[in-house]
């Protein structure tokens, strides 16, 4: 029995959106230049396929758009971490009364489903990580219809003003488009394209790794380093949770 390997099959890659991969795509390229900003010195085939990378990415971030200016993006992450912080916040300090007032457990119960215990620590994550674990956590709410609970400890305006804040917010990070439809059906073979280059990107630099040869595997890692390490950094702490003493109960 013959079998078929292939960089497609054979390769494995996170789960990615399209911004995702366009994120990724952009720390492969970087991890191409050392320390001092100037381009390694690659093996013919590797560069090439970094090339098909590169070309991929561009072709799907013209459907994606273009990121909005670092200042946009630093005024409305400061709103966003705001508004989810005052949710949080609140439901944490109501949580404290549990078994004493209704709306103390009301809050405890919210708090589970949203992750309060788990701190505020991810308002120092990257803009995009950042905006997902938002995202996550609003569609929690419409999907456990957990909206008319937080009614009752009078959150709704707060949950309006965060769904606004977190719209915006998506927009200028190129998270949500107002696209038409027939770009938003290029997304996904545009999509399906980086992400077959960057496997054979990664087979491409694993291919030039000789055994014999350490400093191969060195340049190896090296490349890989975004790959091998994404979504993997820990988050610290926020200064604004330590300052507003901690969110647990």
Known sequence: MTRTLESTSVIALPRLDANQAVVLAQQIEAATLDENGNARALPEAVTEALGD??????????V?????????????DKLEDN??????????GWSRVRGQFELGDVAAELGAHLGVEEGLGFINMRPRD????????LKTIARENLEPKLAQIGLAP????????????????GMVHSVPAEERAAVRPRLDALTDSLRHY???VLGSVQRKKPATKELADALLRPLTTWQATPVK????????????P
């Open 53 to 62: 990378v590169k070309s991929d990415r561009v072709t799907l971030q013209d």
């Open 64 to 76: 994606l758009g273009p990121e909005a200016p670092t200042g946009e993006i630093r005024a409305l």
């Open 83 to 92: 508004a989810i912080a005052a949710l949080i916040l609140i439901l944490a």
């Open 130 to 137: 950042e905006y997902g674990v938002v995202d996550t956590k």
């Open 158 to 173: 707060l949950l309006y003003h965060l769904r606004e804040v977190h719209e915006h917010y998506g927009k200028a990070l």
């Open 202 to 204: 990664v087979a491409a």
């Open 237 to 248: 702490k926020a200064a604004k949770e330590s300052a507003a003493g901690g969110v647990g």
